[in-house]
């Protein structure tokens, strides 16, 4: 056989190998709906058909607005280490915001593409194309070779066009079913949370129905045998739990009105903030027998504040340190004041919270314990209702917590709110 027939041969194999491969890659990308899994598989079909040193993926990140890797491999097809991850960042960037391929056979010589991380990285031949979804860049697959020049050629550029543009079809499938899949699930969660709500909700609103209903049934049943002083008692009984369901009924709409409005309206006027904690510890008191408010400055500190409002928020982060305080203590409260802030430390000796629901303790209707035998009464919507007023008062709340030990939530207002 001639020299030219045998090279015919060789090309017409090499043809039939890449086809056979890229079929394969097709396939086993129409397969799955797994973003990692096909992203795996992309980098490993590009290790195996192109012979590079190394292969990576990038994508773009709308967020950070940057090409970021998301999986990298070496010859061996193993995951590249963080200190192996640099690449020639300029030419990725370059194929990306251009939608252009680029191939160098000698990279290290080549005035289109040398710059100082090609030199910098000691790269020698480099092939990059870009992943394209209806003609827009979403990323890039990048290979190179810092041993050897003359690694790629056109044919393999071209095929490895092909393999991007169809791993940016399965990458959109990809991300399309993740992304259905994670609606799913939160649709899940948020009847869950629904459910529990309402069975929470329920129950916080028969609590103090029912004993109200029973001290109704003793004043009609025996108004002519109790004494002045055993009925005056019962209506206190009454009043306390109406103020109560009242201030339940208050929280949701006071969630309902933070959920509806854009921003919280505020209606604002100077008061001294000394006297509005006393205030509004006055009911607490009454509340809480076992425990001890103490307010650890007396001396009048000025502030323009809605007074209904962020009484309310300071009401429901001490009533939060009282509840969780089972066994009494004291609840101490101090105020310290610089140029620029006003900070509310309110202290608690309770059972504290554990790390991990310290983010959450914020959030709209979060329970510690949600179970049905909790311990502890509540809806789950006084801090959050704390946390909305204070922002909207341009200040923020911080908590430090120890197991066993209490915590300790920082009220942080600015002295100009307006």
């Avoid at 004043?219 to 004494?227: F, G, H, I, R, T």
């Avoid at 101090?334 to 802030?341: E, L, Y």
């Avoid at 311990?375 to 909305?388: H, P, Q």
């Amino acid at each position: 056989m001639s020299k030219k027939g045998t090279k015919t041969r060789m090309i017409t194999n090499e043809i039939m190998e890449h086809l056979s491969l890229f079929y394969e890659t097709v396939r086993l990308f129409n397969s799955s709906l797994d973003i990692e899994e096909v992203l795996n598989t992309v980098i490993d079909k590009v290790i195996e058909v192109f012979e590079g040193e190394r292969g990576f993926v990038m994508l773009y990140n709308k967020e950070t607005e940057k090409l970021e890797i998301m999986v990298a491999r070496n010859m061996d097809k193993q995951n590249i280490s963080e200190l192996d991850l640099s690449i020639s960042m300029s030419v990725a960037n370059k194929v990306f915001n251009t939608g252009e391929s680029i191939l160098s056979t000698n990279a290290m010589n080549d005035p289109s593409i040398r710059s100082k991380s090609i030199i910098l990285h000691d790269i020698r031949s480099v092939l990059c194309v870009p992943i394209k979804l209806k003609e827009e860049a979403i990323g890039v697959i990048y290979t190179d070779s810092r041993m050897m020049y003359g690694v790629f050629d056109p044919q393999e550029q071209n095929l490895l066009t092909t393999l991007a543009n169809q791993a940016a079809t399965a990458i959109e499938n990809a991300r399309l079913y993740k992304q259905v899949s994670d609606n799913f699930k939160k649709i899940q969660e948020l009847e869950e949370i629904k459910n529990e709500f309402i069975s929470i909700i329920s129950h916080e609103l028969r609590t103090p129905i029912v004993p109200i209903k029973g001290y109704i049934y003793t004043l009609k049943q025996y108004a002519e045998v109790l004494s002045q002083e055993e009925r005056t008692e019962i209506l206190d009984t009454i009043d306390g739990r109406v103020e109560h369901l009242s201030r339940l009924i208050n929280d949701l709409l006071t969630v309902a009105s933070i959920e509806t409005e854009k921003s919280m309206r505020l209606f604002k006027e100077v008061i001294d903030i000394t006297q509005l904690i006393k205030d509004t510890i006055k009911p607490l008191k009454k509340k809480y027998l076992l425990h001890n408010f103490v307010l650890n400055i007396y001396e009048p500190l000025k502030l323009e504040v809605d007074i209904t409002k962020l009484s309310h928020a300071l009401y429901h982060i001490m009533d939060n340190g009282a509840k969780f305080s089972p066994d009494g203590g004291d609840i101490n409260i101090c105020i310290n004041k610089n140029k620029t802030s006003i900070e509310i430390n309110i202290k608690d000796q309770g059972i504290g919270i554990k790390e991990e629901h310290l983010e959450k303790i914020f959030d709209k209707f979060y329970q510690v314990d949600a179970s049905s035998t909790r311990s502890f009464e509540g809806m789950g919507t006084g801090l959050y209702i704390a946390r909305s007023i204070v922002e909207a008062h341009k200040g923020f709340i911080t908590v430090e917590s120890t197991v066993g030990g209490g915590s300790t939530f920082k009220v942080i207002l600015p002295v100009q709110s307006t």
